[in-house]
Structures are given as C-alpha cells and as structure tokens.
C-alpha cells in the first residue's frame, strides 16, 4: 500500500512538472513565432563538438574509476559502451545500466563492476556538479538586496562544506551502501574502497564536463543573440545546476526541469540589457537548441559506441 502510495505521488508530481513547464514553454515558443528571430545554426557545430567533449570526458572518468576499483578491460570498448548506454536515460533510467552492462560484459568487465563503478560515478558526478553549480550562486547574488546576499553566503558556504565531507569515505561510502541495500546488492566492503585521494581525484575530473556544457550554452546563446563569452563565465555553474537538478528528478534525461533552469539562466544574462520579456523568449529558444545540440551529440557518440561494441572478440581458439 505504502509502495502504490509513493508510486502515484511521484506520478502527480510528474504531470504537474511536465504541465507547468510545457505551458510555459508553450507560451514562450508562441510569442518567439510572432517575433523575429533569426538562428544561425552554425554555432550549433561548436555546441555539438562542446558536448561531445563533455560526454568523452565523463566516461574516462568512468573507465578510471573501474580501473581503481581492479577492472583491467580495454579502455576503447568502455567508452564506447558508455557513449551507447546513454541513450538509455531517455527511456527510463535503469535502462542505462541495463544497456551499459550488457556492452561491457561482451568485452570482460563483470555487471558487478560496471553496476558499482557507475553508482560511484553518478554520485560523484552529482558531487562535482554541485560545486560547480555554486559559481551560479555569484551571479545571483549580484542581483540581491545586502541583506538578501548576507543570507545567501552561509547557505552556499554550508553547501560547500557539506558536499566537501560527502568526498570523505566513510561518509561516501555510508550513502553508496545504503543506496545497494536499496537495490538489494551486496554492499561496498572497507576494503574495497576508493582512497580521499581517488575521490577528489574524480571530482575534479568531471570539471571539465561543466566547462564544456557552460560552453554548449553560450554557443546556443549566440545561435540567437551574440553574447561575450566573458560575460557569460558562470555558464558551467548554470549547465551544472541544471544537470544536476535533472538527475534528481524522476523525469527521463531531466527533460523540461533542465530546460526551466536553463531559461532562468538566460533570463537572468539578458534582462538586463534586452528586458524581461525578450530575454524570456530568448531564453526558451535557447533551452530548445540546447536540448536539441545536446541529443545530436549523444546520438552521433552512441552510434559511435554502438559501432565499437557491435561485436565481442572472438576467444581465442583452443589448441589443437
């Protein structure tokens, strides 16, 4: 009973989120179509190639993680399941480990190992991104009141602090066991666990993940409005926010919750010279192209990956 009663609360919350944003959306899209507004698609290649890097980058350090933990499989076959396996978080998002798991294991890598190492990347990639995400807090609180600001400082400070401790193993690892209690697999033994050293390590290796997103999101900025790229310097903590924000929710690829935070974002860097209303339609026409820059990319590298890990190496032949 409980079980249907959590599954039909986050089902309300569902609609309620894909309702309140699609309207919006909606409404945005239709003022942007009786306005003119001219793309120039060609940023569109410079947003594509930034997140392309951004995905290579988060599978490397996927990869490094499982060669920590002991994994000894061929880097390119890994990469390569894991540009194909994202695909899968658009449809749910255990589809993404299903399809990861099985592309490795043709290649040698245990399920065990591919399901722990990919836990361990969400949550640390999660980590970085908030971090990250803590460079938007700046630009926020330019726009606040002192009083305001003197508020905002000991939450942000806090939250720094906070997820700084969560890099601590024990802390880590205490959240990643409970997590594998959750989908009844055997819990992390001390032994096996990755070094402070080894966590901050990964941390820091996701950086440039948000650096390439906050890069995509000026490109598809400037595909409508030009910008300076020095105006836009916390473009990765808005990209970050928005990602991490994304993951939390139970939407598929944080579809709509990323694209509200991305409008915000943009709201925020336009209205100032263009005002409010315009910097909203520019927004909204912003959050679509990144969407759609960022599926281009992830469709062209899982093709790549699926062309890569078609096939498993054949076993050596026994001897005669």
Same mark, same amino acid.
């Given at each position: 009973m409980k079980k249907k009663l959590i599954f039909f609360a986050k089902l309300a919350i569902l609609i309620l989120i894909v309702w309140l944003?699609?309207?919006?959306?909606?409404?945005?899209?239709?003022?942007?179509?009786?306005?003119?507004?001219?793309i120039h698609w060609a940023w569109g290649l410079l947003a594509v190639a930034a997140f392309?890097?951004?995905? %290579?980058?988060?599978?490397?350090?996927?990869?490094?993680? #499982?060669?920590?933990?002991?994994?000894?499989? @061929? /880097? =390119?076959? *890994?990469?390569?399941?894991?540009?194909?396996?994202?695909?899968?978080?658009?449809?749910?998002?255990?589809?993404?480990?299903?399809?990861?798991?099985?592309?490795?294991?043709?290649?040698?890598?245990?399920?065990?190992?591919?399901?722990?190492?990919?836990?361990?990347?969400?949550?640390?990639?999660m980590i970085s991104g908030a971090l990250v995400g803590m460079v938007a807090i700046l630009q926020i609180a330019r726009d606040l009141s002192p009083s305001q600001a003197m508020l905002l400082w000991p939450v942000t400070v806090a939250g720094?602090?906070?997820?700084a401790a969560a890099c601590y193993p024990p802390v880590f690892y205490r959240?990643?066991?409970? %997590?594998?209690?959750?989908?009844?697999?055997?819990?992390? #033994?001390?032994?096996?666990?990755?070094?402070? @050293? /080894? =966590?901050? *390590?990964?941390?820091?290796?996701?950086?440039?993940?948000?650096?390439?997103?906050?890069?995509?999101?000026?490109?598809?900025?400037?595909?409508?409005?030009?910008?300076a790229i020095a105006q836009c310097w916390w473009f990765p903590g808005a990209y970050a926010l928005s990602v991490i924000v994304g993951m939390a929710a139970i939407l598929p690829g944080g579809l709509g919750i990323r694209e509200a935070l991305l409008l915000a974002?943009?709201?925020?860097?336009?209205?100032?010279?263009?005002?409010?209303?315009?910097?909203?339609?520019?927004?909204?026409?912003?959050?679509?192209?990144?969407?759609?820059?960022?599926?281009?990319?992830?469709?062209?590298?899982?093709a790549v990956g699926a062309g890569i890990t078609a096939k498993a190496p054949r076993s050596p032949a026994p001897p005669a």
């Open positions: 944003v699609g309207r919006q959306l909606y409404k945005s899209w239709g003022a942007i179509a009786a306005q003119p507004l001219t392309c890097g951004s995905l %290579l980058t988060a599978a490397l350090v996927w990869r490094w993680i #499982a060669f920590r933990m002991g994994d000894r499989t @061929p /880097t =390119l076959p *890994l990469v390569g399941a894991y540009t194909f396996s994202q695909m899968g978080k658009y449809i749910f998002k255990v589809a993404l480990l299903l399809m990861r798991i099985d592309r490795t294991k043709r290649f040698g890598m245990a399920p065990g190992h591919c399901t722990l190492s990919t836990l361990l990347e969400n949550a640390l990639y720094v602090l906070c997820l959240l990643v066991n409970v %997590l594998l209690r959750g989908m009844k697999k055997p819990e992390v #033994a001390r032994e096996q666990w990755l070094s402070l @050293p /080894t =966590l901050l *390590l990964c941390v820091v290796g996701f950086v440039p993940c948000w650096i390439f997103g906050g890069l995509a999101l000026w490109a598809s900025l400037c595909a409508v409005h030009p910008v974002a943009i709201t925020v860097q336009l209205s100032p010279t263009l005002g409010h209303d315009r910097a909203v339609l520019l927004g909204t026409a912003v959050a679509v192209l990144q969407r759609l820059f960022q599926v281009i990319a992830e469709l062209f590298l899982g």
